[in-house]
C-alpha cells in the first residue's frame, strides 16, 4: 500500500528554542524528514531563533547535526540536507528583549502561512506571544505552537491560557501532546468509530476493565532536578495518559471535526470520578544498575514519584461500573506503552472448565511496533479433543500496510504538519487543560498533605508490588509489562 503525500501551503515557521534540545532531537529532524518526502514546499522557511548569537550558516550547522544524529541513515541524502538547509535561516532574539523582532518582522511574509512554535520554558510564553503582538509579527492568521508542560497545576494551566489568550484566539492556539500525533491513538479512533464491530462492545456491559500502561527503561537521568519538581502524575498521566484515557473512553463525536472530538474529550474528563489515595500506588526506584532515584534528582529527601497507579472510575452510563487503571514509571522491566480494553469473560462456557479460553481483549500498542492485537479464542489444531487457545489477530502495520506502512511518520511530523494545514484536532483545547488538572490537583494535593514517601521499587520491574495489588484486590492482573 502506497502512502500518499500531500505536499501542504506554503509557510513560515519560526522555531524558538532553535538550539534546545527537543528542536535538536524532534522538531528539526521531523521537519527534514517531511521536506525529504516531498511534504515541504520549496519556498517553505524554517526561521530558528534563541538567545544564541549565530549567522545562518552557524544555524546551518546546527541544524545539520541534528538531522545526522536523529535521522535515520538511509534518509541521509547529502543533496537533500543541503537543499533543506537553504530553507533554514537564523535571527538571535531574547524572548525578554528588544532586538531581533525588527528584523523577525521583515524577514516572515504575509502571504504564506504564518507558525511560530514555542519550544522554550513555559515561562516565556507569555513574553513571546506579547513580543508577536506588539511588533505586529502575529496576525488573525497566525499559528502558535506550545509544548508541554501546559502549568503544573490548575492556577498555572489557568495563567498560561490568559497570557496566550491575551494575544492569540483559542483558535490559533496549538498545544502539543505527542501522544496524539501517533499513528496508532489515531487509529484507535479509526477502529472504533469506522468499524460496527467494536462500538456496540464498547461499555461497561461487556469491558470488565481498561488498563493504560506507558513504562519507560530510562531513569530521569540528566533532568533529574527538574522532574523532582513534577513527578509521573504531573510529567505523564495528566497529559498523556489522560489522553490516551478520552480516547478510549469517549462517546463518538458526529463529525471528525476538532472541536466536537475535543468536546467530546472533555466531557470524559469531567465525568473521572475523585480518586481516593487507596487507589493510588506511587513508587520510586532503588539503586540497583544505576543511581537511585533520589541521586538522580540530587535530593535525598525526594518525596516525588518516578512511579504511579491509579484506579479511576468515569461517572456516565457507558463506563458506570468498569474501572480505568493507569500506571507509568521509569526504569521498568521494559519500555512499552498500550491500552488493553479487557472484555468480560463469555456468559455461559459450553467447553469444558480449564479448557483454556480467556476473555477477548484489544490491545492497541504505541510503542514499541505501533498496531493493535486482539486476542480471540479458537480450538488448537490437532485430533485431542477440543482444547482452545487463546490467538492475537495481529494488525501491526509494518506488517499489516507493507514497507511503505512500516515507514511511520514520528509524532512531530504529523502534528507539525497539521499546524501548517491549520487542523486542531490532535491537539489539546485550553478547557480540556485546565479540566485534566481540575481532576488531578486534589489527588496530589491528598498524598501532599499525607507527606507519604513513595514506595520503593527495583529497577527493571514492573513498580512496587503495591501496584499488582491494585489489580489482585479486584481480581484482575496487569498485562504484558510482567513477564
Ligand atoms: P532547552 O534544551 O533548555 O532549550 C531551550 C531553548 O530556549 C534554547 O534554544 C534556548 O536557547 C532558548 N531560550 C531560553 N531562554 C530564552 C529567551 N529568554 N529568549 C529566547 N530563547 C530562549 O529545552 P528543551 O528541552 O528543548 O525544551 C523546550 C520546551 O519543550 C520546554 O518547555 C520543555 O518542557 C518542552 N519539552 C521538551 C522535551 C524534550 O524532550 N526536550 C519534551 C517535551 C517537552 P538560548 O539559550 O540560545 O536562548
Known amino acids: 500500500m502506497v502512502s500518499r503525500t500531500i505536499p501542504v501551503d506554503s509557510f513560515d515557521l519560526v522555531l524558538f528554542g532553535a538550539t534546545g534540545d527537543l528542536a535538536g532531537r524532534k522538531i528539526l529532524p521531523s521537519l ?156 484507535l479512533m479509526a477502529v472504533r468509530f469506522a468499524n460496527v464491530l467494536f462500538e456496540p462492545l464498547w461499555n461497561e456491559r461487556y469491558v470488565d476493565h481498561v488498563q493504560i500502561t506507558v513504562a519507560e527503561t530510562m531513569g530521569v537521568g540528566g533532568r533529574g532536578s527538574y522532574y523532582d519538581k513534577s513527578g509521573a502524575m504531573r510529567d505523564m498521566v495528566q497529559n498523556h495518559l489522560m489522553q490516551l484515557l478520552c480516547l478510549t473512553a469517549m462517546e463518538p463525536p458526529n463529525q471528525f471535526e476538532p472541536d466536537r472530538l475535543r468536546d467530546e474529550k472533555l466531557k470524559v474528563i469531567r465525568a473521572l470520578d475523585p480518586v481516593p489515595l487507596k487507589h493510588v500506588v506511587r513508587g520510586q526506584y532503588k539503586e540497583g544498575e544505576h543511581p537511585s532515584y533520589v541521586e538522580d534528582a540530587e535530593n535525598p529527601e525526594s518525596l516525588t514519584e518516578s512511579f504511579i497507579a491509579l484506579k479511576v472510575g468515569i461517572s456516565n452510563w457507558r463506563w458506570k461500573n468498569t474501572p480505568f487503571y493507569l500506571r507509568t514509571g521509569k526504569r521498568m522491566s521494559r519500555r512499552l506503552s498500550e491500552i488493553v480494553v ?57 506488517d499489516a500496510l507493507g514497507s511503505e506502512g512500516a515507514d511511520i511518520p514520528d509524532a512531530y511530523e504529523r502534528l507539525i504538519m497539521d499546524v501548517i494545514r491549520g ?61
Not at 430 to 441: I, L, N, Y
Open 423 to 483: 487542523n486542531q484536532t490532535l491537539f489539546m483545547r485550553g478547557d480540556e487543560v485546565e479540566a485534566a488538572w481540575a481532576w488531578t490537583d486534589p489527588i496530589i494535593a491528598a498524598w501532599e498533605e499525607k507527606g507519604d514517601r513513595p514506595l520503593p521499587y527495583s529497577q527493571g520491574s514492573t513498580g512496587p508490588e503495591e501496584a499488582q495489588m491494585l489489580m489482585h484486590k479486584d481480581g484482575r492482573r496487569w498485562q504484558h509489562l510482567e513477564g
Open 32 to 187: 527534514y524528514r517531511r521536506f525529504l518526502a516531498g511534504q515541504m514546499p520549496e519556498d517553505a522557511r524554517v526561521i530558528g531563533a534563541a538567545r544564541s548569537e549565530m549567522d545562518d550558516d552557524g544555524f546551518r550547522d546546527v541544524v545539520r547535526a541534528a538531522i545526522e544524529e536523529f535521522v535515520a541513515k538511509p534518509m541521509q541524502d547529502a543533496g537533500t540536507i543541503d537543499a533543506f538547509l537553504q530553507q533554514c535561516s537564523y535571527i538571535p532574539i531574547d524572548a525578554k528583549g528588544e532586538g531581533g523582532w525588527k528584523e523577525l518582522k521583515k524577514s516572515v511574509r504575509d502571504d504564506v502561512v504564518k507558525a511560530f512554535y514555542f519550544s522554550v520554558a513555559p515561562s516565556i510564553f507569555g513574553p513571546l506571544a506579547q513580543q508577536l503582538r506588539n511588533h505586529g509579527i502575529a496576525c488573525e492568521n497566525s499559528r502558535l505552537v506550545v509544548e508541554k508542560p501546559f502549568g503544573t497545576d490548575l492556577e498555572t494551566a489557568k495563567k498560561l491560557n490568559a497570557d496566550l489568550a491575551a494575544s492569540f484566539d483559542e483558535t490559533q492556539i496549538y498545544r502539543i501532546d505527542h501522544f496524539l500525533g501517533k499513528e496508532t491513538v489515531q487509529n
Open 342 to 398: 479487557q472484555f468480560k469473560e463469555a456468559p455461559h462456557s459450553i467447553f469444558e472448565k480449564d479448557d483454556g479460553s480467556t476473555a477477548n481483549s484489544l490491545t492497541i500498542r504505541l510503542q514499541p511496533d505501533e498496531g493493535i492485537d486482539l486476542s480471540v479464542t479458537i480450538k488448537e489444531p490437532g485430533p485431542g479433543g477440543m482444547r482452545l487457545v487463546n490467538v492475537p489477530l495481529d494488525m501491526t502495520f509494518a
